[in-house]
């Protein structure tokens, strides 16, 4: 989540240095470093049940998930950190980012919903290997997935609904989704549920 920005243009070689001893994580974009502010409850436990859902599901494959601590390098030049993302057969030499995901997983917030709708979907979208990019809200229920084999169209879930994340293979049910998540579609919801049973 972008908060802060530096107005010196720095060198990716001093952006990645940085980096590796800030307490703070940034994001780089055309020369500049933005901070990344910390998250709320519901956006770990969104972020959290993703990567879970993930790291089960991929056990045993040459893919992988990793959470917001690991960077994308897009084509762009830029470095962002996603909350959550696949990453298969990567052979890259840098340990602390990747140019290869399979899919991304960005979970909303009001200081962010501009950048991952708009500027973040262009330059992921034109990573060659990503499959899919997903969207989702924490304070309310909305998912979007953008798939690269529907020429990058939204196609929006929520609760009671299934995705199949074609990219590698996987169909979660949003409720699992927001599994833990304090909102009122949720507690909506989960209330209906309890009543009918």
Not at 25 to 52: L, P, T
Not at 74 to 93: A, W
Not at 136 to 160: C, M, N, P
Not at 161 to 173: A, R, V
């Amino acid at each position: 989540m972008p908060t802060a920005k530096n107005s010196n243009f720095i060198t990716v070689e001093e952006y990645l240095n940085g980096e590796l001893i800030s307490e703070v994580k940034h994001e780089y974009v055309d020369g500049q470093v933005f901070a990344m502010a910390g998250a709320s409850k519901n956006h770990e436990r969104i972020s959290g049940n993703f990567f879970a859902e993930f790291r089960s599901h991929l056990k045993g494959s040459t893919c992988e998930s990793f959470g917001a601590d690991l960077k994308i390098k897009t084509p762009l030049g830029s470095f962002r950190y996603p909350d959550c993302m696949v990453v298969c057969d990567d052979d890259s030499e840098n340990e602390y980012y990747t140019t290869l995901p399979k899919i991304i997983v960005e979970v909303l917030s009001r200081s962010t919903r501009k950048t991952d709708e708009t500027v973040k979907l262009i330059e992921y979208i034109n990573i060659p290997t990503l499959e899919e990019y997903v969207i989702i809200e924490q304070d309310v229920v909305d998912v979007t997935v953008y798939r690269k084999s529907d020429d990058w169209r939204s196609a929006h879930y929520f609760l009671g609904d299934k995705i199949h994340f074609e990219s590698i293979d996987l169909t979660l049910s949003v409720k699992d989704i927001y599994d833990r998540v304090q909102n009122e579609d949720v507690i909506d919801f989960l209330a209906k549920g309890v009543s009918q049973s």
